[in-house]
């Protein structure tokens, strides 16, 4: 398995609220082929950002196994898994969750704190994650000083800054109009294309499917529909 | 840029709100410092007197009534074998003033030979004793006065008494009391009073207070009932008065301050702890989603809960430290007048600073533990599944 294949195997998922037992998963399994593209698709309740976050190494199965690269992540204490998160995945999110009193040089920068390397080396990622994200113009901006748009592109550079094998977006376009959501899924196609990274997306936006070379639909925490998307057939990596 | 600077910009994440949680930290820990100084100068002050031994006998009528100075021979013929009493010293107030000033001195002729006796508390050396008891002129004065009038030893002092006759002396500073009680004393030989008295024809020698140095606590009590019985029925009835019970008596006519120190600290603690609780649980749930973000990028629950709880440090020693400079500054800037000081002014007390510090830094990190430690617990997928 290359560093960045994912395979999950008959996972399950049970949340427990109270007295009631809830299946986000039932028995899943899924392969995505290191440096790929998919997007995950499916209704709200469907298990979409809980596979996300089981890829992730956020939330471990009830049963059934992750495995991301060399990693199983089911096996991993939590201490193992933040510290393998920190190196491997990279992730995005709708609401962009940037810190509002630092700058976007500085948001961008907040990952590599966790790693032992020099100011120096530290501000050069960060310049040369503004630039694959278009931004090195808006690195002293605060993000209220950002546009929606300008604020999830420092979110993809805080997710890319650590240069991980795979990024986890959930949702990124949800919160954008339609021309900023084309400039950010395409940003995340030039992330697969050029630099070769594994991109796990969540959305409900059918644009957003056309980016992806597959398009996995879920229903009630099972696989429903997995598609080859043809536009992109030629470096699809197949589905298991 | 560090993790300490992310703390520090968190602080201006709303400023408003740290700032007014930061005078809510200040204010009670000037109040905590200004108390904790007086409680521990008058701590200072009771046993310094306390240990002085002094009664103080001065006519039933009142301080400003003279006594013959003959009195003084027979207060010490109640102790011949000096197994109770030490020295008596006569006084006589002079009411100096340096010449068109308006505050006269605390000053006070004393008896030459029995002043160095009664008043060990004034430090004087051999050779300054010496110059007291040959200097007719000599002065012996308070620190606080020296310093206001940039006297020295061997300066040349003119004062003007402000009670009658009025006359003008000049004097000659022997020695400077340092920490003086009250800082503007003001001593002066009693015999180079009369004497310049009685060059302008005048032959009053009455004293207005006998300093009677006592040898233990009971002596004191035993010689005050003595003193007081002797000249009873005289024309010249006597109070004798511990000096201790007199300032004792007049701290407690204030209340039990260092009981409403206590209660007061407790209240400040209590309150800045639900303030200072109440501001980082607010903090913390506003920031619940960006902490789950620091965690599903890396951070270990460690140092999210050291984030967490280094916040409410930093708040809290910010806070403290403006808090104990209000408090300082109050102390150092000289607000009250000298003139009028009976007991010695509250001094900035490292007591109370550093008490301020502990239990402002305490206080930071029990308001801190509680969201830090919801911090650790926070399930970043629960957090974050609030929007996604």
Redesign the interface.
């Known amino acids: 398995m290359s560093a960045a294949d994912i395979e999950l195997v008959d996972v399950r998922k049970v949340y427990r609220k109270g007295r009631n037992a809830i299946s986000a998963l039932d028995g899943l399994s899924l392969h995505v082929a290191s440096g790929s593209f998919v997007v995950i698709m499916g209704p709200s309740g469907s298990g979409k ?2 596979l996300l ?1 089981l890829v ?1 190494g ?2 471990a199965p009830t049963a059934g196994t992750v495995r991301v690269g060399d990693a199983q992540l089911e096996q991993m204490s ?2 193992g898994l ?2 393998w ?3 491997h995945v ?2 995005i ?3 962009y ?1 940037l ?4 700058t976007a040089a ?1 948001n961008i ?3 590599l ?2 790693f032992h390397m020099t ?1 120096k080396e ?1 501000r050069q990622r960060v310049r040369t994650a503004l630039d694959v994200v278009g931004l090195s113009d808006r690195m002293d901006h605060r993000p209220s000083q950002l546009s929606g748009g300008e604020e999830q592109r420092v979110a993809i550079a ?2 890319i800054v ?1 240069d991980p094998d795979v990024i986890l977006a ?2 990124p376009t ?1 919160d954008l109009d339609a021309r900023t959501s084309e400039e950010i899924l395409s940003l995340l196609s030039l992330l697969h294309a050029q630099y070769g990274k594994t991109i796990v997306m ?1 959305t409900h936006d059918p644009r957003g499917a056309a980016h992806g070379q597959r398009v996995v639909h879920l229903d009630k925490g099972i696989l429903d529909r997995d598609v080859q998307n043809e536009a992109h057939a030629t470096t699809a990596a197949a589905p298991k | 840029m560090t993790l300490s600077y992310v703390l520090m910009q968190n602080l201006r994440r709303n400023p408003l709100r740290t700032a007014l949680t930061g005078v809510a930290f200040a204010l009670p820990m000037a109040i905590f410092v200004l108390a904790i100084s007086t409680v521990v100068m008058l701590t200072k002050t009771a046993a310094r007197i306390e240990q002085q031994l002094r009664l103080a006998v001065h006519h039933k009528a009142g301080i400003t009534a003279f006594m013959p100075e003959g009195m003084r021979r027979k207060i010490e013929d109640l102790d011949p074998n000096r197994q109770r009493l030490l020295a008596v010293c006569a006084m006589r107030w002079f009411g100096g003033r340096i010449p068109d000033t308006p505050n006269p001195l605390m000053s006070l002729a004393c008896d030459v030979d029995t002043f160095p006796t009664v008043y060990q508390d004034v430090p004087m050396t051999a050779a300054e004793v010496e110059q007291w008891q040959h200097e007719r002129r000599a002065a012996v004065v308070g620190d606080g006065a020296a310093n206001q009038y940039g006297w020295t030893p061997g300066s040349r002092v003119v004062l003007d008494s402000t009670i009658p006759p009025y006359q003008r002396l000049e004097f000659i500073v022997v020695k400077i009391i340092p920490n003086a009680s009250p800082p503007n004393a003001f001593y002066l030989r009693r015999d180079y009073l009369l004497e310049s008295l009685q060059a302008r024809g005048l032959t009053g020698t009455g004293c207005n207070i006998f300093w009677v140095k006592c040898r233990s606590a009971a002596a004191l009590r035993t010689l005050q009932k003595d003193i007081d019985a002797l000249f009873a029925n005289s024309p010249d009835e006597t109070r004798s008065e511990d000096e201790n019970a007199f300032i004792a008596g007049f701290i407690e006519a204030l209340g039990d301050i260092p009981g409403l120190a206590r209660v007061m600290a407790t209240v400040v603690v209590f309150i800045i702890a639900l303030v200072a609780g109440n501001t980082m649980m607010m903090s913390f749930r506003e920031r619940i989603r960006e902490l789950a973000v620091f965690k599903a990028i890396g951070f270990p629950s460690s140092r999210v809960f050291l984030i967490v709880l280094s916040e409410s440090l930093l708040l809290a020693l910010f806070g403290s430290l403006v808090g104990i400079a209000l408090g300082v500054g109050f102390l150092l800037v000289p607000w009250h007048n000298p003139h009028s000081e009976s007991i010695s002014a509250p001094e900035v007390s490292w007591i109370a600073v550093l008490g301020s510090l502990a239990i402002g830094l305490t206080v930071g990190l029990v308001a801190g533990l509680w969201p830090a430690y919801q911090a650790v617990r926070l399930r970043t997928t629960d957090a974050l599944r609030q929007v996604v």
């Open positions: 950002s809980t976050h992730g956020l939330d939590e201490r933040t510290a998160r920190s190196r990279g992730f999110f709708q609401m969750y810190v509002p009193v630092l500085q920068e907040l990952p704190l966790l100011g530290r805080r997710a650590t959930d949702e949800g969540v």
